[in-house]
């Protein structure tokens, strides 16, 4: 029986992405190799945080739970290999699947049917160089896009990464954040409108509801 490493399970509030808004279960996998600037969940970095956990109780949990919608993430779920077994048996469940990656690593193995959320890291995240640009030619229905932005300068670079991959096509959605506390939601704003970008902002609901520093919630 295989085990993760698991730094936390609750219930909440999908915060983020498309879905934001709906009643979720949200599995927080330990372990990341990134070392994002504005990382929210530092916590969850060390391969040693959380606790193991087989994948068959991590069902019975879901399970119990019965929300409409699961969200894997991290920490960054694809640096651990039974990642992909946990989210094959998530889609045998009758709730909707999502998987929230740095896009560090290739999602081909993913299997077709969850909701990728693929991060693109921008200059102002440290973490540029890790970017799996062949993500991008895998993408399908369902998936989602997510640039966190730092500053007008990181704004400036997703503006022009986009252009350059052809990713205002429409079929995949482009979502914006804010990264928290460093960009004036308001000026963020301003710039897609101006810059008729076919993007989505989006704030972090779950903080807006319980605050920048709450955790499990
Ligand atoms: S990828 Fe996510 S968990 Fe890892 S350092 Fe960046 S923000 Fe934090």
């Keep these: 029986m295989h085990h993760l490493r698991v730094y936390e399970i609750y219930d909440s509030i999908q915060g983020e992405s498309t879905l934001a808004g709906m009643a979720c279960t949200l599995i927080r996998l330990a372990g990341c190799p990134l070392r994002c600037t504005y990382c929210d969940t530092p916590r969850a970095i060390p391969t040693d945080s959380g606790h193991s956990m087989a994948i068959d109780a991590m069902i019975r949990q879901v399970v119990a739970s019965d929300r ?123 710039w897609v409108l101006k810059d008729h970008l076919p993007v989505r902002m989006q704030m972090q609901m779950h903080k807006a509801i319980w605050g920048s520093e709450a955790e499990g919630v």
């Design 68 to 190: 409409p919608l699961v969200l894997l993430t991290g920490g960054e779920p694809l640096s651990q290999r039974h990642s992909i077994e946990l989210l094959t048996r998530l889609l045998a469940l009758d709730c909707m699947v999502q998987l929230e990656t740095a896009g560090a690593y290739s999602v081909k193995e993913v299997p077709v049917g969850v909701r990728r959320i693929i991060d693109i890291k921008t200059p102002g995240s440290g973490e540029v160089e890790r970017n799996c640009i062949e993500n991008l030619a895998c993408l399908t229905a369902g998936d989602e896009i997510k640039f966190v932005l730092t500053g007008r300068s990181d704004y400036v670079w997703a503006r022009n990464f986009i252009r350059e991959h052809q990713l205002d096509r429409g079929d995949i959605p482009l979502l914006f954040s804010p990264a928290w506390g460093q960009i004036v939601p308001g000026d963020l704003c301003a």
